[in-house]
């Protein structure tokens, strides 16, 4: 069960219902995007498939430390300093991912991107376009995205688990603690730093966009474009 429902006091205290309903919204339209791709998936299995459903998952990674690092640069002194260490390790632990989703996708005979998948762009241009609006956009964008993806994690154990693929459910269960400090962390930072409706704005404007774009890598119609092409 993915939890949705963060801090809803200090700045996010007007928002907070309406940025619950997006954490559900995504979360639901992930767990269902999923569950599908692996029932197109059981009619055909083909390793190659799931290795390219994995590589969007694989650049998510590697884009957040690039971001997150852009963050701490461009935004880390107007946060307290326990913040940015701890933005410091999501990123650390973003890397580690990068690492062990490549290794799962060469498990499979699949390539691990160096670039931005097609299928990623949309997701990868919103979320630098929120780092260069406000602050606080790329922390919301990612919040939504983050949590988008925990509601992939049990459709996949579960998938992982019928088709013998281990390292797949290996890796996926050593990540899924990391992104409950990271949905966590974010939640946290947008309730502390969002002081004026202006903040609020810009943090709903990024979930909304994020919450239409996060679940669309996980269908089974963007790997076929993908494997097709």
Known sequence: MVRVHGARGGGLAAIGAEVDEIME??????????????????????????????????????????????EIRRYGFGFERKHVALLAKQSFQEAEHYELVGRAIESLGGTVPVAVP??????????????????????????????????????????????????VVRVYRRIEAD?????????QLLSRYARTDSDRAEILRAMRGMRDIAWRTFTPESVAAVVDS
């Open 118 to 167: 097609a299928e990623a762009q949309p997701w990868h241009r919103f979320l630098w376009d929120c780092l260069d609006r406000h602050p606080l956009a790329a922390i919301a964008a990612w919040n939504v995205s983050e949590t988008s993806a925990s509601a992939s994690f049990e459709p996949t154990f579960k998938a992982g688990e019928r088709h013998g693929f281990d390292e």
């Open 25 to 70: 919204s995504v979360a639901a339209s992930t767990g269902r995007a999923t569950e599908q791709f692996f029932a197109a998936y059981a009619a055909d299995p083909d390793p190659r498939v799931l290795a390219a459903w994995l590589a969007p998952r694989a650049w998510r990674e590697i884009d957040y430390v690039f971001l997150l690092n852009e």
């Open 179 to 187: 992104e409950r400090f990271h949905v966590g962390l974010g939640r």
